[in-house]
């Protein structure tokens, strides 16, 4: 659940998911992600983002920008889950570079699209507003979890807190969670800031791009590292 390269990820866009969560507040109904309602509007349009990046791939375009910056953060062989991991990019890149790979995306035609790319990951179909991999037979904490590709931005509103607080729990201890997305898509960075305080997480690093461009007030992206507080 993405749409694109995010600045400094390479290919010059978001990076390479869907909107990997949809969102049941706690006791409430689950609520439709931006991404499945974007989808329900064009049924085509999976198989579309899916086609954009073989495409893109075929072509030699660089689309290994932000497994880049998460990979130089880790020690080889570390455990990363992809949240929004969409057709794949970004995980099977950090696999290829040595590492133990899950990723979850709420949209199981790209899902399906990683898992004959890309094999060698787990793939998972699965919501990031429930996300509970120790439910799944996945106990084992991860050293970072990526969510690049405004992912963030595709997530059904209201859920954000959840969100970020089940990919929190998800961490090893001193693990980091790594997130980027892009100024006008709806979730404003100081709301992105207020979200991840209230999920427990502190934000770390900020950078406008994800070859580690410095954040400014002028900045239109946010690539953000932040660990549990």
Do not use: K
Not at 56 to 71: F, H, P, T
Not at 163 to 180: N, T
Request: a negative charge; proline letters at 6%.
């Amino acid at each position: 659940m993405t749409d694109g390269v995010a600045p400094g990820g390479s290919a010059g866009g978001p990076a390479g998911g869907s909107a990997g969560g949809s969102g049941s507040p706690a006791g409430g109904e689950r609520r439709r992600t931006r991404w499945e309602t974007q989808v329900e509007a064009n049924p085509e349009h999976s198989r579309w983002y899916v086609e954009r990046f073989r495409r893109m791939a075929a072509q030699g375009a660089d689309l290994a920008g932000e497994a880049r910056l998460v990979d130089a953060m880790l020690a080889r062989g570390s455990r990363v889950l992809d949240a929004g991991c969409g057709p794949g990019r970004v995980g099977a890149e950090l696999a290829a570079r040595g590492h133990d790979v899950v990723g979850v995306d709420v949209d199981p035609v790209l899902v399906a699209a990683a898992e004959e790319d890309h094999p060698g990951p787990t793939w998972l179909v699965g919501d990031l507003a429930e996300l509970d991999l120790p439910a799944r037979g996945i106990a084992e904490p991860f050293d970072v979890v990526v969510c690049a590709g405004n992912v963030l931005t595709f997530l059904a509103p209201g859920t954000e807190v959840e969100v970020l607080r089940r990919l929190g729990a998800h961490l090893a201890p001193g693990g980091r969670v790594v997130a980027g997305f892009g100024a006008g898509r709806g979730y404003a960075f100081d709301a992105f800031r207020a979200d991840a305080g209230a999920a427990g997480l502190r934000l770390d690093v900020a950078l406008s791009t994800w070859d580690l461009r410095p954040f400014d007030d002028a900045s239109d992206f946010l690539v953000a590292v932040l660990s549990r507080a």
